[in-house]
């Protein structure tokens, strides 16, 4: 699962501003995630789409290079290897479940993420992706913090707390 990419760009370079992620193994959101990805559409942003168990590793890892977020559209997950991936190229996230943020440097819960009415969690989202595209984030420097959090010898812990809170 590990992955450290040595071939960080940084986030003026990367073509995609945002990967949507979307998992359904647990809870069918699908129509939720039709709504944020017509929301998203309506606006200047390069959207790239993953559905979970429909690509190949080559693809992941070629859109987290070339993305500047992550919109993680995944419900009660424990196991999130595609995310934390990701997460090593400097891709910041948007979340519905807190425990994937690692800090407030590359990622965001969004709790709006699980209402029936997408809209206000796309505002949210968008508004925050504009604050940070405005300060050209490092993310060289965010990819490396990612990539000591995200480690192997983590994963097997991010798996058990997982199921002990459940």
């Given at each position: 699962m590990h992955?450290?990419?040595n071939d960080i760009k940084p986030f003026q370079e990367r073509?995609?501003?945002i990967i949507l992620f979307q998992k359904y193994a647990d809870s069918d959101h699908s129509k939720q995630g039709k709504q944020l990805l017509s929301l998203l559409e309506g606006t200047n942003k390069k959207i790239k789409q993953l559905y979970y168990g429909n690509y190949k590793r080559e693809d992941e890892f070629l859109l987290a290079k070339n993305s500047k977020f992550i919109i993680y559209f995944s419900f009660y997950d424990c196991g999130p290897v595609a995310l934390k991936e990701i997460e090593n190229y400097g891709v910041i996230t948007f979340?519905?479940?807190k425990v994937f943020v690692i800090n407030d440097e590359s990622?965001?819960?969004?709790p709006e993420l699980e209402l029936d009415d997408i809209?206000?969690?796309?505002?949210?989202i968008i508004n925050i992706i504009e604050e940070i595209s405005h300060k050209n984030p490092d993310s060289i420097r965010i990819a490396k913090k990612n990539q000591n959090f995200n480690r192997c010898e983590r994963a097997l812990d991010d798996i058990c707390?997982?199921?002990?809170?459940?």
């Open positions: 992955i450290i990419p073509e995609n501003d979340t519905l479940q990622g965001y819960y969004i809209t206000p969690a796309f505002n949210k707390d997982g199921i002990i809170k459940k």
